[in-house]
């Protein structure tokens, strides 16, 4: 049971991200050579790298690219600032969104570049009010869109999922990634203090999985070298998670550290409870102690035959130990069937995480639970084993 809520904790810290390395643009010095000359500025990720990191990271198991721009997006007369995200169907669970009605982005969608959004609830309140945006078009530049889903709303994060730096997803719109680039391009004009400037970017950011957090500081490092290699210039930033990566190692060693002790209390408690069983027992079976030695038993052979019996007490329990632990399994689930039937109250007020709690178990916890029982038997048994090797023979035979 402790295992299997060290793992869930663990996941829920993996889920918040801990597993992520995000790649992400940034733009530049203003006099880096890269930028010098020309009205528009490339800089950051390009589409390449995403096929050359994919490529050249065997530990990836996805990985998710995006291009964000700022654009003001109608709906009739309404209009609203919002992040245009050109994003990929795998974008949703990354960053833990929540579809309300309609559908999110396909696989189809990207394939046939098809002009589709996904609104997120602060935008569609301000373009459709009280409406169903669903099925309507809204305007970005000149082109129109239509509307095939809605996100819940969401707060603002950072650092979690796929997220740098904090932000509000509530006022996203959410288009296929390949329709951004053909609709749109990578070419984008910013005012700043009356002026007006071009950049070039293909990706803003590309959020990598891998499988493992031991993972992430190898595959980190293989992307740094990649990037190093065919970008002249520093235009982009990794970020590993190491915050997230150390509380999900403080808990693991948490959870080891609890388990110890709740173990080590246990193993103190039934030491104890061997050793008085044995010397009850070496003090009922004084006389017969008195006629092994005077046959010629030496005080060896003495502590070999109570040593004997104490590992065969203790890993008897050791045995029966391993196989209530295996019991666990189909246990669990029934209790929790039970309490669903007589207390369903009080299993829903439970948070959702204890309701679907389960048991884990570890193969090497087995072997090592056998060999501390019967090591546990031997250290307790030591005493009794001594005291009777002992005893003198003469006093053992008189013994009634």
Known sequence: MGEGVSYQAQQQIKDLGAT?????????????????????????LLREDYTRILANVPTIR???P?????????????????????????????????????????????????NVAVLAAHTAEQLFRHEDPIGRSVQIGTDFYVVVGLTEPR????????????????????????TLRWRIGDMVMTARAGSREGEIVELSQITLTVGDLDEVDEAAAI????????????????????????????????????????????????????????????????REIGIRRALGATQGDIIRQFLTETVVLSSTGGLLGVIFGFLCIPAVPMI?????????????????????????????????????????????????????????????????
């Not at 992520?20 to 950051?44: C, H, L, M, Q, W």
């Not at 950072?158 to 990634?177: C, F, H, K, Q």
């Not at 990649?226 to 190491?242: C, T, W």
């Open 223 to 286: 992307i740094q070298s990649l990037l190093e290699k065919y970008h002249k210039v520093r235009d982009y930033a990794i970020v590993v998670p190491k915050e997230l990566l150390r509380q999900a190692e403080m808990l693991r060693m948490l959870f080891n550290v609890l388990l110890v002790l709740i173990a080590g209390i246990s193993l103190l408690v039934g030491g104890i409870g061997i050793m008085n069983i044995m010397l009850a027992t070496v003090t009922e079976r004084t």
């Open 62 to 64: 996805n990985a998710v």
């Open 155 to 178: 707060g603002a994060s950072a650092a979690i999922g796929g997220s740098l730096e904090a932000r509000d997803y509530d006022l996203d719109v959410y288009i296929p990634l390949d």
């Open 336 to 400: 929790r069937r039970l309490l669903n039937a007589f207390f369903p109250h009080v299993v829903a007020s439970l948070p959702p995480n204890l309701q679907k709690l389960e048991p884990r178990i570890a193969l090497w916890s087995i072997v090592a639970a056998f060999c501390i029982s019967v090591a546990v038997g031997m250290l307790f048994g030591l005493y009794p084993a001594r005291r009777a090797a002992q005893m003198d023979p003469i006093e053992a035979l008189r013994h009634e």
């Open 20 to 44: 992520n390395i995000i790649v992400r643009s940034v733009k530049p010095p203003e006099d880096s050579s890269r930028t010098a000359g020309g009205f528009f500025i490339p800089y950051g």
């Open 66 to 114: 995006m291009r964000e721009i700022r654009k003001e997006v109608r709906n009739e007369d309404r209009a609203v600032d919002a992040k245009l995200v050109g994003c990929t169907p795998d974008y949703l669970d990354l960053n833990r969104l929540r579809i309300a009605r309609g559908r999110f982005l396909e696989d189809r969608d990207l394939t046939e570049v098809a």
